[in-house]
């Protein structure tokens, strides 16, 4: 490991302690009974007042400070150029509603995030520089939102808006190249909650383009940045019954096209993708909750390149199916101790097959369960784009203290294709050079988050992964996350 990770592994196992040993009285007074809300200091009257300076109005802003450190991810090679990363991000946010009319609400938000390299940048638009990444200002959510439509139970909200369906599987993320300074998709939806049959209807329309610039341009822009590889269109219908505890159902459909549009980045695609899919979540006592993902795909879908195992550009038929579930056992204790089990299976791309096994998670492009996994599967298919994937481990959560959150988890993880479902790095019939296409075994994946709330406006999280490569991989070399966060809110 690099002085860089070990210098930031000791710090986070260090600040473990230190936060421990210095709230020790505090836990002793944590378990006396909890009283009353105390009234607003002077202070916190002060930020409420001025947040809400109209009847009709509120506003808010946030601010996130990242130190990210990682090494072997995006290249999974200790040799390549630039494969070790150090930076700092710096993400503003300031937002506002407006209600005219009951409601009828105005909402808009601003954000930016600018950053430092410390090592030279392994990607962004200063690529292999180091020092400042200044950039533009971006309006990532501009939306109106009708509710009680027609004295209705519904809510129609139109524009660009942050969608996040179940547990985020599918559909969380609108603008995975930007690394979580945004999530945002241009759309619209409806939604109609029958109360009395506690089922809600969703239906939501997506018109999402490539650059930044396609609806709103950006403050400030030197440059349209690509938030997504190709134009995006799209439609979903969500039926959500929660009449039964037990088993709280949903089902839906999802239709994604893709255009490619010119100066695509690579892994952009041509694509017409059904997915027929459901969603099944419960708690079966005090004590055990559980869920349960599975989707189906078909449809046609073209790559930008030809590459191995596809070997042809040629549009190529779809069937693939993926399924996610955790089984969870809270012990309610004084801690707060949870034990998690999650399996995750992602079919991928047969490369004896003319068509295409690969599982698409579609808008699910962000990191659900691992940075790492986030941005590992950048020579294999894209950022993000998971598939050709079994997963599956235990994840410890705790409250050693009331403000302080730590979580452990450890995955298996195997490939049930051993050739890569898309090889970046691999010419037409040829294999590339960073899999071995003989292995099946992933790797082991552990990882760790200390998270601490130190008031209503501030908190923070330490946050570690490693993932230890197997046979499916050429290089074995040790992959390491390391990320430290001060997160700030009005």
């Known amino acids: 490991m690099t002085t860089k990770a070990q210098a930031l592994t000791t ?3 260090g600040a473990t302690l230190v936060i421990a040993s210095a709230q020790t009285v505090q836990t002793t007074a944590a378990a006396a009974p909890a009283a009353s809300p105390p009234e607003l200091s002077s202070t916190e009257q ?8 109209l009847s009709w109005m509120n ?30 991000r710096f993400r503003g946010r300031v937002w506002a509603t407006i209600t005219p009319v009951e409601d009828l609400n105005l909402n808009a938000r601003l954000a930016t995030e600018a950053r430092e390299w410390m090592k030279p940048a392994g990607y962004s638009p200063v690529k292999g520089k180091v020092g400042p990444d200044y950039t533009e200002g971006v309006i990532d959510n501009l939306n109106v939102e009708w509710k009680n439509v027609a004295s209705l139970p519904a809510t129609i909200k139109v524009g660009r808006q942050d969608l996040f369906i179940g547990d985020g599987w599918l559909v969380g993320d609108g603008t995975p190249y930007d690394g979580s300074w945004t999530y945002y998709l241009d759309s619209a939806r409806f939604t109609y909650d029958l109360k009395d049959q506690h089922t809600t209807i969703d239906v939501i329309g997506i018109m999402q383009e490539a650059r930044d610039d396609a609806w709103l341009y950006p403050i400030g822009a030197d440059q349209n940045r690509f938030v997504t590889e190709q134009d995006e269109k799209g439609a979903i219908l969500q039926i959500a019954n929660t009449s039964i505890k037990t088993a709280n159902l949903a089902g839906y459909f999802i239709y994604k096209h893709d255009d490619m549009v010119p100066g695509s980045p690579s892994g952009a695609d041509n694509a017409d993708i059904y997915t027929i899919g459901g ?16 989707a189906y795909q078909l449809g046609t879908k073209q790559d930008a390149r030809v590459m191995f195992p596809a070997s042809s550009t040629d549009y190529r038929g779809i069937n693939a199916y993926g399924f996610n579930s955790k089984l969870s056992y809270l012990l309610k204790d004084k801690l707060n101790n949870r034990l998690d089990f999650s399996f995750e299976y992602l079919s991928g791309d047969n490369p004896n097959s003319k068509g295409d096994q690969m599982f698409d998670v579609l808008w699910g492009r962000w990191p ?15 950022i993000g784009q998971e598939a050709n994937l079994i997963r599956f481990g235990p994840t410890w959560t705790v409250n050693p203290l009331k403000k ?38 992933r ?23 490693f993932q230890f490569p197997g046979d499916y991989y050429v290089s074995k070399t040790m992959i390491p996350f390391l990320r430290a966060e001060l997160f700030f809110t009005l």
Do not use: C
């Open 11 to 13: 710090l986070a196992l």
């Open 59 to 88: 506003w808010g802003a946030d601010l996130r400070l990242r130190n990210e450190y990682f090494d072997n991810l995006l290249t999974l090679n200790p040799h390549a150029k630039l494969h070790e990363q150090d930076y700092f």
């Open 368 to 382: 659900r369960w691992s940075e790492i996994g986030l941005y590992s599967y950048a020579a294999e298919t894209r």
């Open 404 to 441: 302080m959150e730590f979580s452990a988890s450890y995955y298996a993880l195997f490939a049930p294709e051993s050739v890569a479902t898309r090889d970046a790095t691999a010419k037409s019939g040829t294999p590339g050079t960073l899999f071995t296409d003989n292995g099946h075994f």
């Open 279 to 294: 969603r099944l979540t419960g708690t079966l006592s005090d004590n055990w909750k559980y869920s349960a993902e599975g």
């Open 46 to 53: 002060l930020l409420k007042d001025l947040k809400n300076p």
């Open 443 to 465: 790797g082991h994946f552990l990882s760790g988050m200390l998270k601490y709330k130190f008031s209503q406006h501030m908190s923070g999280h330490l946050w570690s992964e």
